[in-house]
């Protein structure tokens, strides 16, 4: 709790659009191309750059291309967020797949070789799994997308206490050796492991804006908490509604984020605000799946 705030204030922030949160807290969230917004940015100044970009399936808020483009498109973007990451940060993409005439194109395949080209260590391959989607006709409905966690380097920030989940058996006890007999899981809960099962966004989600794909808060939040510490700077390049800047903020880290479509920022800004006062409806990180109750014939 006794870090120093380490937000940028080189006169870099001056004239820009710091969304007020609270004392010793900086918010920068702009409209913007995200390659402009972080050309701004000092160089290794961001602890965490999580983000979950456009998959070219022709959403609202982009442009659908040539498969071959977005990954241009890509690289030039993931170029710069390497350029700002700390030494001991970590960057997190988030995708799903890419369709073109039926066929899939997993985009943390086709991503991944760009990633390495720049150094960056994988260190988990997250699968975030969620029950509803879209139905699909002719092959199996999607499910699941993935989270690629690089770090810049062998030194990175981890913290696996603040997102330790319920064990499974909390009263397991070793039954050999010296200490038989004693409670053997961690009394603060069990490591997460690698997929996780959190509910995406839908109609009747707390969470829910007008945004189409929109990431879920206790999503990201577990990443701020177990990559960043206090007062570190977390940056999402495609914002969105700003999920990101969200979890960062309520967790006393620093947000940075853009997004080309003014609706959306002006959501984001929105949302800030009533998290600063207090309003703002989120589900709990660790909140289990909803099962609804069996009923007899």
């Not at 977005?70 to 967020?81: D, G, K, P, R, V």
Request: hydrophobic share 35%; with cysteine; glycine share 6%.
């Amino acid at each position: 709790m006794g870090r120093s705030i380490k937000k940028i204030d080189d006169g870099s922030l001056s004239n820009r659009n710091i969304v007020p949160f609270k004392k010793n807290l900086c918010s920068l969230i702009e409209c913007s191309d995200n390659i402009e917004f972080m050309r701004t940015l000092k160089k290794e100044s961001m602890n965490l750059i999580v983000t979950s970009p456009p998959y070219n399936i022709g959403k609202s808020y982009e442009k659908k291309t040539t498969l071959n483009v977005y990954i241009e498109q890509q690289a030039a973007t993931i170029s710069e967020a390497v350029r700002l990451l700390h030494p001991n940060g970590s960057i997190c993409w988030q995708v799903g797949n890419s369709i073109e005439d039926g066929e899939v194109f997993p985009l943390d395949i086709l991503l991944y070789r760009i990633f390495k080209d720049h150094g960056l260590r994988l260190r988990n391959r997250i699968i975030w799994s969620f029950g509803h989607g879209l139905h699909c006709q002719k092959r199996f409905s999607g499910r699941y997308e993935t989270i690629l966690w690089f770090t810049k380097s062998d030194d990175y920030t981890f913290n696996l206490d603040p997102v330790r989940v319920p064990s499974k058996y909390p009263e397991k006890k070793y039954f050999k050796g010296p200490n038989r007999g004693k409670v053997s899981s961690n009394p603060l809960g069990k490591n997460p492991c690698d997929v996780w099962d959190i509910p995406n966004v839908k109609a009747n989600h707390v969470e829910k804006t007008n945004h189409p794909c929109q990431f879920p808060i206790g999503l990201v939040e577990r990443l701020v908490l177990s990559l960043t510490n206090i007062g570190d700077n977390v940056l999402d390049p495609y914002l969105g509604v700003g999920s990101t800047a969200i979890a960062a903020l309520k967790n006393n880290r620093h947000a940075y984020g853009c997004d080309i479509m003014q609706e959306y920022v002006d959501i984001a800004i929105e949302r800030v605000s009533s998290l600063r006062d207090g309003t703002l409806r989120v589900r709990p990180m660790n909140k289990p799946i909803y099962q609804p109750p069996i009923r007899e014939v």
